[in-house]
């Protein structure tokens, strides 16, 4: 089975000056006008701001440094600054950027570009040399650090992600991290540069180590697995291995790290054949590429210190029956069968668990008429975002661009015009206020025009968990706040529902790695014991609720 974006190809003829476009083309000195105050970091299930305030990461991704553009895709005809300006304004606070390890290295050494960067400079006049109309387009490391100094100055933050090895349109199909031409080394290598030149600038906010890895056992040389080898294509084992790096050079920032494609059903190992295609009897193979993370469960990500483990965050993909006819769509699915034929077991028992946060690094999708007619996948699409919003489970949608061929963006109409019926639908995932402002993740500067800073937002706000009194002087005295026991609630979310099921049913049957339940929440017909009577108890109270 292959899941994969269409990414179409546009074919533009730009006026660019092709000789000399590398005149002003060397790294220069880091992005100025830096604070250092906004740095995240995980406790448990959640993302905390340095003074303890949850926050929640909603935003999207904008393609184009990974498929050969060296810059975003857009800017062949659109004005850049305004396009990111249209994002905040938009209410997404976070911008996910896939790159490249080749153009990693390339800025890294000052490599001139390998092709010009595709800047119409009649519609962006900043971004060329001379800073006219027409002009000689910029070196694309700096045209990137001008789009990092925007970011800055509209509210945005900034997550890269090594999207594939090489730069190419279809460079994500890769299986791995490396590949003949670019290996592990030079994939840590670029990584770790990019973490220390932006170490002092906290725009850059975190970094999504690769995009994707998968592969079956049809070639298991390529195949991403997840055990505790230190074999090349563990991805456990690099994963650990470039994040110490990275954090060893910028331990501030956030390491999103994506899952596999397959794991070992019970009694088969890593080196065992794909048998049977039919009923896959050898392998867990019901996800999407890089959203399964059940090695998890039996050998955890361990990073060398206590500190850098408070920096990882888990970043599964999730797409619709558009991108991919999957079997859990084959039924009038719901928001409870999509949980537990596929959700909770590869990817969401890691936040329902209080393993670590989840940050849906890509999800998306046509909505339109000419695409669903039967609106199977704005019902995916639904679902999704209303799980994301009821848990506060960070994302990035997929995508600004218009040119994802299997998926469509926010904009269309080659950028110009943003696509209101997609945007109405993901905008209730955005973070704001009870007034409806966006909630920006900078302390200082709001989210572009219709949003505030999240110094603003906080101001005043208690620690999640603590309530503030005051003592008989007047002094703040901040007390711990306990939750009343809910019976059901497995989670700890304060609300009893299917989810709750799901992790219920998976403890009475051994499907998980919960020793042991909280008697006084589990024994739901109140008989002094935790047992199947109970689970069905559950069910039927859920049932006459429902009705």
């Known amino acids: 089975m292959k899941q994969f974006k269409r990414i179409a190809a546009m074919g533009m003829t730009l006026c660019m000056v092709a000789a000399g476009c590398f005149a002003a083309g060397f790294p220069t000195a880091s ?56 994002i905040a304004d938009h209410g997404f606070n976070l911008l996910r950027v896939p790159m490249s390890t080749e153009l990693l290295l390339q800025w890294k050494n000052g490599d001139p570009d390998p092709a010009t960067p595709k800047v119409n400079t009649y519609s962006n006049p900043e971004l060329s040399v001379e800073g006219v ?42 299986h791995l991290w490396y590949t003949d031409k670019f290996s592990t080394e030079d994939w840590c290598t670029g990584l770790e540069w990019f973490a220390d030149y932006y170490k002092d600038d906290d725009t850059i906010l975190a970094i999504d180590l690769k995009n994707e890895p998968h592969g079956t056992a049809d070639e298991p040389d390529i195949m991403a697995k997840w055990d505790n080898t230190t074999d090349a294509n563990n991805w456990k084992y690099a994963a650990e291995t470039c994040a110490n790096r990275v954090l060893d050079v910028n331990p501030n920032l956030l390491i999103m790290i994506e899952g596999v494609e397959v794991y070992p059903m019970e009694g088969y190992d890593w080196t065992t054949p794909r048998i049977d295609y039919t009923t896959m009897t050898e392998y867990y193979h019901h996800t999407w590429w890089g959203a399964c993370f059940r090695g998890q469960r039996e050998y955890p990500i361990t990073l060398k210190n206590p500190q850098y483990q408070k920096q990882v965050v888990f970043s599964p993909h999730d797409y619709g029956p558009l991108v991919w006819t999957q079997t859990w769509f084959d039924k009038d699915f719901t928001q409870e069968t999509l949980m537990e034929d596929c959700w909770y077991d590869n990817w969401a028992f890691i936040y329902e668990e209080n393993i670590a946060p989840l940050l849906i690094g890509e999800w998306g999708g046509f909505i339109d008429e000419e695409h669903d007619a039967d609106g199977k996948n704005t019902k995916w699409m639904t679902y999704l975002r209303d799980y994301m919003i009821e848990k506060h489970i960070h994302h990035t949608f997929w995508c600004f661009n218009e040119n994802s061929g299997d998926t469509g963006g926010l904009v269309y109409d080659n950028f ?10 993901v905008k209730p995932a955005l973070w704001q206020t009870e007034d409806g402002a966006f909630i920006g993740l900078d302390h200082e500067i709001p989210l572009g025009v219709n949003g505030v800073s999240l110094g603003e937002y906080t101001d005043g706000k208690t620690t ?54 909280d008697a006084e929440i589990a024994d739901f017909n109140r008989d002094g014991t935790v047992n199947i009577a109970d689970l069905v108890a559950m069910i039927r109270y859920l049932t006459q609720e429902k009705t």
């Open 464 to 517: 999640p968990g603590t309530t503030a009194v005051t003592d008989e002087q007047g002094n703040p005295v901040t007390v711990t706040t306990a939750k009343p026991i809910l019976q059901g609630d497995f989670n700890s979310d304060g609300k009893l529902n299917a989810l709750d099921v799901v992790i219920f049913k998976r403890y009475i049957i051994g499907h998980t790695d919960l020793e042991t339940l």
């Open 133 to 174: 109309e027409g002009g000689t387009v910029k070196y694309s490391f700096d045209i990137w650090n001008q789009a990092v100094q925007w970011c800055k100055e509209a509210g945005i933050k900034i997550m890269i992600d090594v999207h594939s090895a090489e730069t190419a349109s279809a460079g994500h199909q890769i």
């Open 416 to 425: 110009s015009t943003w696509d209101e019926a997609k945007y109405a639908l």
């Open 31 to 86: 992005a100025e006008g830096t604070t250092q105050d906004d740095w995240l970091h995980v406790e448990g299930n959640k993302i905390y701001d340095a003074s303890g305030n949850e926050v929640w990461l909603t935003g999207c991704n904008w393609f184009g440094y990974n498929v050969g553009s060296q810059v975003f895709d857009g800017v062949w005809s659109q004005n850049m600054h305004s396009m990111l300006q249209q």
